[in-house]
């Protein structure tokens, strides 16, 4: 079973602070994916990644960074957290890209920005 | 504009009811559509998918989904829900000639027993 693991469940900031949050998958997957998930917003593609060192924009990546040096590592920086960036922040990977093999979602990371 | 609706924001059942949720998006050429559902404190699960051919989908846990082109539809459905399917359900699409999965905003499904 694949399995993708992000390292936090919870995490409380400071405004200001920059913000880490760490992914990895077991499987080998070629593609990685940032989202954020907020009520009655869906999930919004932050950043997606589709090989080492590769990065794409996704829909709202205003104040988002990634890094992906591994294959199976892909993490999520924000450079300067802010209050609005208070969210549940979703990590996947898949196989082939977005639509050709279902997405494999880690449990989440619930960040507070104070 | 070009989206993915899922009307319902919140949906109650008893245990042992069907249930229908409802998916709507407004593409031109029919896109690519799936169910995820996320269970508490869970990531999201694929349930099942559409890509063409037979537009009833079965899928896991008992869930299964029909496309109907003429309502732009992909409801999803199971004839009996069971206390452990309360979860949030999200419907995604894929529109055509993209690699941009969207997903709609979401229906938190409670059931009572």
């Known amino acids: 079973d694949v399995k993708v693991t992000q390292s936090s469940r919870y995490l409380v900031k400071r405004t200001g602070e920059k913000v880490f949050l760490e992914c990895v998958q077991d499987?080998?997957?070629?593609?990685m994916f940032w989202y954020r998930q907020d009520p009655g917003l869906g999930l919004r593609l932050i950043y997606f990644?589709?090989?080492?060192?590769?990065?794409e924009k996704g829909d709202i990546p205003e104040g988002y960074s990634v890094s992906r040096e591994k294959k199976e590592r892909f993490s999520l920086i924000l450079e300067s957290a802010s209050t609005n960036q208070t969210s549940m922040y979703l990590c996947?990977?898949?196989?082939?890209?977005?639509?050709?093999?279902?997405?494999?979602f880690g449990n989440g990371t619930r960040l507070t920005v104070t | 504009a070009q989206s993915v609706t899922q009307p319902d924001i919140h949906i109650t059942v008893s245990e042992g009811a069907s249930l229908e949720l409802r998916c709507n998006y407004s593409y031109g050429a029919t896109p690519y559509l799936f169910w995820y559902v996320q269970s508490p404190g869970q990531g999201l699960q694929l349930l099942l998918k559409?890509?063409?051919?037979?537009?009833l989908v079965q899928g896991i846990k008992g869930f299964e989904a029909e496309f109907k082109r003429s309502q732009s539809s992909f409801n999803l459905r199971k004839p009996s829900v069971h206390w452990s399917d309360a979860a949030e359900y999200f419907c995604a699409v894929v529109p055509h000639n993209t690699d941009k999965l969207i997903f709609g905003t979401g229906t938190r499904l409670q059931v009572f027993p």
């Open positions: 559409y890509f063409s051919g037979d537009t």
């Open positions: 499987m080998d997957h070629e593609n």
């Open positions: 996947a990977s898949s196989f082939e890209f977005q639509g050709e093999s279902p997405l494999h």
């Open positions: 990644s589709y090989d080492v060192k590769m990065k």
